[in-house]
């Protein structure tokens, strides 16, 4: 399995990015995939998920700000990043679990940084 991130960058505060994540190895369309972020010096945290029906979470921090979908023909998820802000730098990570009746992730990609200056 591998899954490859892009579209991190710098943007000022109130800004747009939009992640990708390429994945190969895997059923795509039958498997949940996930959003991680990780700050420098605290745990890594969930996101955004979304099922192969298309059902998405959340986390409470970016709802309504963040928007998590997926290109089954393409075995691509996308993160669309709005009004950014300070917070939200870190380490973004794209997941997938060890198989489709799995919810927690098993596999990770390399992670792509994301740095909102203010």
């Known amino acids: 399995v591998q899954l490859v991130e892009s579209g991190g960058g710098l943007v000022q505060a109130g800004g747009s990015l939009r992640l990708s994540c390429a994945a190969s190895g895997i059923i795509f369309s039958i498997n949940r995939m996930g959003w991680y972020r990780q700050a420098s010096g605290k745990e890594r945290e969930l996101v955004a998920a979304?099922?192969?029906?298309?059902?998405?979470y959340y986390a409470y921090s970016v709802k309504g700000r963040f928007t998590i979908s997926r290109d089954n023909g393409k075995s691509t998820l996308y993160l669309e990043m709005n009004n950014l802000s300070p917070e939200d730098t870190a380490m973004y990570y794209c997941?997938?679990?060890?198989?489709?009746?799995?919810?927690?992730?098993?596999?990770w990609g390399q992670g792509t940084q994301v740095t909102v200056s203010s």
């Open positions: 997941s997938a679990p060890l198989g489709p009746s799995e919810r927690l992730p098993g596999f």
């Open positions: 979304i099922n192969s029906d298309g059902s998405t």
